[in-house]
């Protein structure tokens, strides 16, 4: 492998994004970036699109100077134990995966090279992700922007400090299923009203996203934006009336508080 700077290991889903991400904004060209997997049929869409396919992960280590490690928690032992032989004090590590901590990476790779911790979502496929990241000591303001630039290329980006990346899981990396889970509802409840899924789905989706530009573009905080849906005894008042009695608010408190414990539970 020639010219690589960039290096995948894993090329599922996110990998994948994060690469589209970076070649259609030209952050990088698809020959400057390198990919591993045990997958050959994803290494085969690389291949097909520029992007270099290692034959192994200690490969890619040794041609690359920036590695995002793009495994699942429970691979991470043994893909940084494979490559600790190819990890410099220069090498910039890049983490996508939950729990897994700065300290943890520098101690299985026996190396105090610099690392970055992110925390992405799934929107990234759609290049609208949010993405948190937080760094170790020893990385520089320029490798730092560099990889923001790789996520920003897919979506927004929030830095944190690490003390805080196992809380904001249940801010940005877990929260999209909330969403999902309250448009299945509204859903259900469209057709059990008459409405058909196929009619009631684009009109909740398009709200949900009309309903994230006002709270990101509108100036205004949540509660002035739900002050302007309801109007004195109509129909709003009536449908957040059941919500305040069931104290959904109480209820998302302690469902993200149950996804941060999770966290540190799986953390390492």
Same mark, same amino acid.
């Given at each position: 492998?020639?010219?690589?700077?960039?290096?995948?290991?894993?090329?599922?889903?996110?990998?994948?994004?994060?690469?589209?991400?970076?070649?259609?904004?030209?952050?990088?060209?698809?020959?400057?970036?390198?990919?591993?997997?045990?997958?050959?049929?994803?290494? &085969?869409?690389?291949?097909?699109?520029?992007?270099?396919? &290692?034959?192994? &992960?200690?490969?890619?280590?040794?041609?690359?100077?920036?590695?995002i490690l793009a495994v699942k928690p429970q691979n991470f032992e043994e893909v940084l134990?494979?490559?600790?032989?190819?990890?410099?004090?220069?090498?910039?590590?890049?983490?996508?995966?939950?729990?897994?901590?700065?300290?943890?990476?520098?101690?299985?790779?026996?190396?105090?090279?610099?690392?970055i911790r992110t925390m992405p979502n799934t929107p990234l496929l759609l290049s609208q992700?949010?993405?948190a990241m937080c760094r170790s000591e020893g990385v520089t303001d320029e490798m730092f922007?560099?990889?923001?630039?790789?996520?920003?290329?897919?979506?927004?980006?929030?830095?944190?400090?690490?003390?805080?990346?196992?809380?904001?899981?249940?801010?940005?990396?877990?929260?999209?299923?909330?969403?999902?889970?309250?448009?299945?509802?509204?859903?259900?409840?469209?057709?059990?009203?008459?409405?058909?899924?196929?009619?009631?789905?684009?009109?909740?989706?398009?709200?949900?996203?009309?309903?994230?530009?006002?709270?990101?573009?509108?100036?205004?905080?949540?509660?002035?934006?739900?002050?302007?849906?309801?109007?004195?005894?109509?129909?709003?008042?009536?449908?957040?009336?059941?919500?305040?009695?069931?104290?959904?608010?109480?209820?998302?408190?302690?469902?993200?508080?149950?996804?941060?414990?999770?966290?540190?539970?799986?953390?390492?």
């Amino acid at each position: 492998m020639e010219n690589t700077v960039l290096g995948f290991i894993g090329a599922g889903n996110m990998a994948t994004a994060i690469i589209n991400g970076i070649v259609s904004t030209e952050t990088m060209r698809p020959s400057q970036i390198a990919v591993f997997d045990i997958n050959e049929e994803k290494c &085969a869409y690389f291949k097909q699109i520029g992007v270099q396919v &290692a034959s192994s &992960a200690s490969e890619l280590a040794n041609a690359c100077s920036i590695i995002i490690l793009a495994v699942k928690p429970q691979n991470f032992e043994e893909v940084l134990t494979g490559i600790k032989e190819q990890v410099t004090a220069e090498t910039l590590m890049v983490s996508i995966a939950a729990g897994i901590s700065t300290d943890y990476i520098r101690t299985t790779l026996g190396c105090n090279c610099p690392v970055i911790r992110t925390m992405p979502n799934t929107p990234l496929l759609l290049s609208q992700g949010a993405t948190a990241m937080c760094r170790s000591e020893g990385v520089t303001d320029e490798m730092f922007e560099t990889v923001e630039e790789f996520f920003s290329s897919c979506g927004t980006v929030s830095e944190l400090d690490e003390s805080q990346m196992n809380a904001v899981i249940s801010v940005n990396g877990s929260s999209p299923a909330y969403f999902y889970l309250f448009a299945k509802a509204m859903l259900d409840n469209a057709e059990k009203q008459g409405i058909e899924k196929e009619v009631a789905l684009p009109m909740i989706a398009q709200t949900l996203i009309g309903s994230a530009g006002m709270l990101v573009y509108s100036g205004k905080t949540p509660d002035e934006l739900i002050e302007m849906v309801s109007s004195p005894g109509g129909t709003t008042l009536e449908a957040l009336n059941v919500f305040y009695q069931h104290d959904l608010e109480k209820i998302v408190d302690e469902a993200m508080l149950a996804c941060t414990k999770r966290a540190e539970e799986l953390g390492k």
